[in-house]
């Protein structure tokens, strides 16, 4: 019979060990020692180092082990030696490993075994959060996190460290929430509106908690990650976007004029149809966007059937040239992205159809060239970058020299199209603004 089998008759000695041992502090504090190295070893043995302990400890030990510690500063205590005491004293018919258990209420871990029934006892918790999730899309991509460890698995594993039961209403909410995506029945819904109505609390989504996280994953996973051109703000709210969510639908924005809108029911947008007829720029917003299906310049709508030749969508990155260009030539289509692209300005560019083209012209300095370079290589034969000739360049260029910093971002622009203006720019180090550039734009 091993050691840690306790007989009916040893009972009533064990309780009276037990007793003893709690009447002396030290003990409380070499039992931690020891429970420490059954865990890592299985079993006792070694050395047990007890320092900083006062004459009266010592003197307990001293006592029980019939070793002299009184002027020891550290007390060394063999497991051999503490065996050999155990086996001297009264408690002599029992094993340290009865005793410790006793002690602490409850048998002695070994490390290797508790390892393995957390780990169990996680992968139960993973399989029955799975089985409380009913959207098949859902459990594929959360049985990826949790039973293949992709990406937000450390964050999950996280949350169930420190709030199990926590986790577990969470994953139930987010799997509801993301089940019923407002993309999913051809709606867009504003963030704190969506959280309130399928979490009961309109912050459950606030960046920063760990529902927005897994939230977001879930889109980028589902949808498509958002295009690196844009920033991480924008990115995130790009994502959200392909979800039907906006997390601010009026202030991410880009100006349009001599466009309209399909509207998802076939009919046109109202607002769109009478700023054309005015023949009047206006914001377009993520919130006016999500409610379109389509848009279409002013003209190509009017000249249905025959409008190959107004199938182009000028794109300012200034307003004062967009203003300017719309005034020049009131029968033409303009976008502006008002300096860097915004969620909005991809998604208006997004919603022309494949027949359409896009001018871009943008200031000629590298924030500018790495924005055309973005949508280059977004639209590809689509998008035609507008007289980046050196020749404008020249005409432009003004003010101080561009900081090193600045013009250490024309390392990244590769396509061929701006090689001229790049290399305009490593020679002169000057910016070229389109205010400056506006004969470059005559449209004939």
């Known amino acids: 019979m091993g050691k840690n089998k306790i007989l009916p008759t040893e009972e009533a000695l064990l309780s009276q060990a037990v007793a003893y041992f709690r009447k002396y502090p030290v003990y409380g504090k070499l039992f931690r020692l020891m429970k420490q190295k059954y865990a890592s070893l299985g079993r006792l043995g070694g050395t047990f180092m007890l320092e900083a302990l006062a004459p009266g400890e010592r003197d ?11 002027k020891c500063k550290a007390v060394r205590l063999p497991y051999a030696k503490l065996e050999h005491a155990l086996e001297k004293s009264r408690f002599g018919g029992l094993s340290w490993e009865a005793i410790l258990g006793q002690y602490y209420g409850a048998p002695l871990p070994i490390q290797k075994e508790l390892r393995q029934h957390q780990q169990a006892a996680k992968e139960s918790f993973w399989n029955s959060c799975l089985a409380e999730c009913k959207n098949q899309d859902v459990k594929a991509w959360l049985s990826g996190i949790l039973l293949e ?6 964050l999950i594993e996280k949350q169930y460290k420190t709030d199990a039961e926590g986790l577990r209403q969470m994953l139930g909410t987010l799997s509801s929430a993301l089940g019923n995506l407002p993309i999913h029945s051809g709606q867009r819904q504003l963030l704190p509106v969506f959280a309130a109505q399928t979490a009961g609390n309109p912050h459950y989504f606030d960046e920063g908690r760990p529902a927005c996280s897994l939230l977001l994953n879930y889109g980028a996973s589902r949808f498509g990650q958002a295009d690196t051109a844009l920033s991480g703000i924008e990115q995130r709210e790009s994502i959200l976007y392909q979800m039907g969510i906006l997390k601010d639908g009026l202030s991410n924005l880009c100006l349009a004029y001599g466009i309209l809108g399909r509207k998802k029911d076939g009919g046109m947008h109202e607002g769109l149809l009478g700023f054309s007829k005015e023949k009047q720029a206006l914001p377009l917003s993520l919130d006016t966007l999500g409610s379109l299906s389509q848009l279409v310049s002013a003209e190509a709508w009017m000249h249905q059937g025959n409008a190959a030749q107004v199938q182009n969508i000028y794109v300012l990155e200034n307003p004062a040239v967009f ?21 909005a300005s991809y998604a208006a560019m997004d919603l022309f159809p494949e027949g359409y083209a896009f001018s871009y012209a943008g200031d000629f300095d590298p924030e500018g060239l790495q924005i055309a370079q973005g949508l280059k290589k977004r639209y590809g034969s689509r998008l035609i970058l507008w007289n980046y000739h050196a020749g404008y360049y020249m005409q432009a260029a003004m003010g101080p020299a561009l900081s090193p910093a600045r013009m250490k971002k024309l390392e990244n622009i590769q396509i061929p199209e701006l090689q001229e203006i790049k290399e305009c720019l490593l020679t002169h180090k000057k910016p070229a603004y389109q205010e400056r550039m506006l004969e470059a734009y005559a449209i004939y």
């Open 149 to 154: 460890q992709k990406q937000g698995y450390r």
């Open 60 to 70: 307990v030990l001293s006592g029980f082990t019939g070793l002299d510690f009184g």
């Open 323 to 343: 203003t300017y260009l719309a005034r020049k030539y009131p029968t033409h289509a303009f976008l502006c992205t008002m300096g860097q692209l915004r969620l």
